[in-house]
């Protein structure tokens, strides 16, 4: 019985496992940030271009239609709900957006679910690190460096909490 377990592991792991990555890579890349913008509406903002031209970032604004005030972002599109606009000032919004381009220009979203895809497969990639926390430190540390102050940065963190 043992001998036919460990045959059957071994074939799931041989016929099963590369497909399963493939398909979980193909997914995270290419269909995953295609049913993020379903429901959204990309923004022409003239505010945007200029943070982008500003910190030679490319990026896409999309507007997600929540009340709830969050932002994130996928690949290289920054989503924003409406909530974030009712409740953050101008020079808010423009810090979040920052901090925001500084995710589309380290990668965040990919490294995250390059993460995620790791953990599913590999037993020993839980015991690897998030890199989250300092991740997202270095994302205000980038909003700071741009506006040249923190004050927007702080605010804004604590009308989103």
């Known amino acids: 019985f043992l ?72 690949g290289k599109d920054v989503f924003v709900t409406v909530g974030l606009f009712d409740i953050l000032s101008k020079k808010e919004l423009e810090a979040v957006l920052l901090h925001e381009l500084y995710h589309v220009r380290s990668g965040a979203s990919s490294k995250k679910w390059s993460l995620f895809v790791a953990r599913a497969f590999s037993p020993v990639a839980w015991f690897s690190s998030s890199s989250t926390e300092r ?22 963190k604590r009308k989103i909490e």
Do not use: H, M
């Open 3 to 74: 001998s036919w377990c460990t045959a059957l592991f071994a074939k799931f792991v041989i016929y099963g496992v590369p497909p399963l990555l493939s398909l979980s890579i193909i997914g995270g890349y290419l269909i995953l940030p295609r049913l993020y913008r379903i429901g959204t509406s990309k923004l022409e903002s003239k505010a945007f271009k200029n943070l982008c031209k500003q910190t030679s970032i490319k990026a896409n604004l999309f507007l997600k239609k929540s009340g709830i005030p969050e932002a994130y972002t996928i």
């Open 135 to 156: 991740e997202e430190k270095e994302a205000d540390a980038f909003a700071v460096r741009a506006q040249r102050t923190s004050r927007f940065v702080e605010s804004a």
